[in-house]
């Protein structure tokens, strides 16, 4: 599938800021299933930037803005191609050859280089009946356990815009038994990593799946999902309750959602408001 991304996001301001400075995780990445055909971020008002690629792998603009300005706009347009996971592997519960089990998987080798992604923090960590209920799935394929510990935070977990906010907890989250994408993933994140599987959080763009048709433009989404590590990443959307299809384009991951925030910076003045919205059309 072929999609033209335009996410627009920033911040307006209670009164004029003197000086912003600023990091956008943005840019889609490329990647075995996804190629980025042409992308191009623009900054109003104009500002002095860089680009590089930080620890994780994902692409970052890092800008400054010296002159008084009541808005701030980020623009990213991307055109990118995507190709899903053509192996059902989830409904037909399938584990590759190439998958390793849990010996392997505790091994000092594997454990070391994947510490950061084994590691929770105050915004990963499950809540005890979540542990409890994750240890019960894990005494099977290392994949297979990853997919059911997913489907346990589906269950319980209702998409719910508003309820919780950009620093809610995975505690916190699961006691109110709603919340959004971020949420979601990062209820899996702690509940993944605590019965020994490496997880990352991953952020980017969902195609709506129905109602559209080629070269209409419509209201997309930022989204995230998570993916954990059995021998190779393996991709599932715990809001969704799917695996990963050419429906979802990506940007970047972290440990989690701190890691890869698509517009995060500091200024001078006062209060601030931000805003933000994708519009995305299949390109047929």
Request: glycine content about 10%; some cysteine.
């Amino acid at each position: 599938m072929r999609l033209n991304i335009v996410h627009k996001t920033g911040f307006r301001y209670a009164s004029p800021v003197r000086a912003s400075y600023n990091e956008a995780r943005m840019t889609p990445s490329a990647t075995s299933t996804q190629t980025v055909w042409s992308s191009r971020l623009s900054i109003e008002p104009a500002a002095w930037s860089i680009n590089y690629t930080d620890y994780w792998g994902t692409a970052v603009t890092t800008f400054e803005v010296h002159e008084r300005h009541s808005r701030l706009t980020v623009r990213s347009q991307a055109v990118v191609e995507t190709r899903g996971d053509g192996l059902a592997w989830d409904t037909d519960r399938r584990v590759p050859a190439s998958d390793l089990g849990w010996a392997a998987l505790q091994d000092r080798g594997v454990t070391d280089s994947m510490s950061e992604f084994l590691t929770v923090n105050e915004r990963t960590t499950a809540p005890d009946e979540l542990l409890e209920l994750a240890q019960g799935v894990s005494n099977q394929a290392p994949r297979l356990a990853g997919l059911d510990v997913c489907r346990l935070v589906a269950d319980r977990l209702r998409y719910r815009r508003g309820s919780t906010e950009v620093t809610s907890t995975a505690r916190e989250v699961w006691a109110g038994g709603s919340g959004v994408c971020q949420d979601y993933s990062h209820v899996a994140l702690g509940a993944l990593r605590s019965i020994g599987l490496p997880a990352r959080y991953v952020s980017g763009y969902l195609f709506p799946s129905e109602g559209t048709t080629p070269n209409a433009t419509v209201e997309g989404e930022s989204h995230s999902w998570v993916e954990w590590w059995c021998g190779s990443w393996v991709g599932y959307d715990p809001t969704q309750r799917q695996r990963l299809s050419e429906h979802y384009v990506r940007v970047g991951h972290g440990r989690d959602y701190g890691d890869v925030a698509p517009l995060r910076g500091t200024y001078s003045g006062g209060a601030s408001d931000m805003f933000v919205t994708v519009e995305m059309t299949q390109l047929g």
